[in-house]
């Protein structure tokens, strides 16, 4: 058991004021593995505290001194891939592909920042105006469960660039994971002030985050109903937000389609972290003359993806973080069938052979419309739905009938034909064919995906304020 009675405030452990209890868990074995204490208000505002006495001395360091802070990091993340990955393993449970990206990613974040501080302007002349940027004031961070590591280490990776200090609420759920990377980033000797991080609940901790006056600017990844709370929140003192929210994306295979590799693009999509990803291609968009032929060669496919723990090499779908995860999709996986759609393949319960750990059956629906819930709501599971269209402009037409707009994929062989529907989608990023994003180019939501953008200089823009000096 993994006892964890400490938050990080001012530059050290301590331990925290609140003394709710919170229950950690192995979702391969459904084993209680740990447990946290978690922050309350009291500790919010302490560390709230610690890092507006640290901002001052953080926004007047120069890029260089950010640029090594960072260095430091990217090295301090990457020497301890090993303990970071077994956290992830026990307390997430990611199949290894996605174990095999993370960790690297959480490295490269701080490289990639330092990158886009060694290129970015922060002087700028227009006209007879020297435009200054500057930093916003002190940030805040709430992040989610599916990726913890990361999702921590990108938002810290900006504010420092950005030269602010940071307060972060990670998802309790994740507590295991924060530790060891907090012990990780500890190392790396940042100044005392410039990271916090309290571990609690949303509703106490993250709260108080996007209410309190002292913070200037609220970075949030998560569900698009709390996203709009913290909305709400932060217009109280008009802090600057930025909020990376939920998805339904489309995957609009077009008729000249290569089946030999556009299939595996599509489970790759679907499938990606278990299905519990935001950018999940869970709409698969179908020329009507192919119908067929895809769903074939899907069901084929899907039936041979393999459900199993971590400690599996040959594990293609891990479980589902926890028990209500778990029950959330078994719902929506009943609700498809109640909504007249066609199970193709998986379905209800546990996948054969695996009697305890949240695993789902990788299950797909044929015959969906856009107007089933299925096709509309983020289940975020393996689950993906199939649906048809006759012509390009109804395929455009069904990919942007959506709330969401987070990242969108085109799979087809004709390189100008796949770009020009690209321009034509509602989405903050389009993929073509699986191809990989460079790692400064901007992530973010379009309509109910979110606001803002993080990475690269579009992120950085977002923690720094213009001051023009006229004159």
């Known amino acids: 058991m993994k006892i964890i009675e400490q938050i990080y405030v001012d530059g050290a452990f301590v331990a925290p004021h609140g003394d709710e209890r ?9 084993e209680e593995i740990g447990e946290v204490r978690l922050g309350d208000n009291r500790d919010a505002h302490a560390a709230i505290a610690a890092a507006k006495r640290a901002f001052p001395a953080m926004r007047q360091t120069t890029p260089a001194e950010r640029i090594a802070m960072l260095q430091t990091l990217a090295k301090a993340v990457a020497a301890n891939a090993d303990a970071l990955r077994a956290a992830m393993t026990i307390e997430y449970g990611a199949p290894q592909s996605f174990l095999a990206f993370s960790v690297p990613h959480a490295a490269n974040v701080f490289d990639v920042a330092a990158r886009t501080v060694a290129d970015y302007a922060f002087t700028r002349r227009i006209g007879n105006a020297e435009v200054v940027m500057e930093p916003v004031g002190v940030a805040a961070a709430i992040t989610p469960w599916n990726s913890n590591i990361g999702f921590i280490c990108t938002k810290l990776a900006t504010a420092i660039a950005a030269g602010t200090t940071i307060v972060i609420k990670p998802s309790e759920m994740s507590a295991i994971q924060t530790q060891v990377l907090l012990e990780v980033l500890h190392e790396a000797r940042l100044p005392d002030g410039v990271l916090n991080v309290v571990n609690g609940y949303g509703h106490v901790v ?62 790759a999509s679907a499938f990606r972290n278990s299905g519990q990803a935001c950018i999940a291609g869970t709409r698969l968009l179908v020329p009507k003359r192919r119908h067929t032929e895809v769903i074939s060669r899907l069901a084929h496919a899907v039936s041979a993806l393999r459900p199993g723990p971590s400690s599996d090499p040959a594990s293609d779908i891990g479980p589902m973080v926890s028990a209500r995860q778990w029950e959330r999709v078994q719902a929506y996986i009943r609700l498809g069938q109640e909504e007249g759609a066609t199970l193709l393949v998986g379905g209800e319960g546990r996948p054969e052979g695996l009697q305890r750990g949240w695993f789902v059956r990788p299950t797909v629906f044929s015959g969906v419309t856009n107007d089933m819930r299925i ?55 389009v993929v073509i064919n699986e191809t990989p994003a460079d790692a400064q180019a901007p992530f973010g939501g379009f309509k109910q995906s979110g606001i803002g953008r993080e990475f690269g200089p579009f992120g950085l823009d ?8 006229i004159g």
Do not use: C, W
């Open 206 to 267: 993250g709260a108080e985050l996007s209410r309190h006056p002292d913070i200037a600017k609220i970075t949030f990844t998560g569900s698009t109903t709390t996203g709009r709370e913290i909305l709400r929140n932060a217009a109280e003192s008009f802090k600057r937000v930025t909020l990376e929210l939920g998805g339904k994306g489309p995957q609009i295979l077009l008729d000249d389609a290569d089946l030999d590799r556009a299939i595996p693009h599509v489970l």
């Open 22 to 30: 919170f229950a950690l868990f192995n979702p391969a074995t459904e």
């Open 462 to 469: 977002a923690f720094l304020e213009p001051k023009a000096i």
């Open 375 to 429: 096709a509309r709501e983020e289940v975020f599971g393996p689950v993906l739905s199939v649906l048809s269209y006759e012509t390009e402009a109804e395929a455009i037409a069904i990919a942007n009938d959506t709330e969401y707009g987070l990242q969108s994929y085109v799979l087809g062989t004709d390189a100008e034909r796949m770009r020009s529907i690209a321009r034509q989608l509602e989405a903050g990023r």
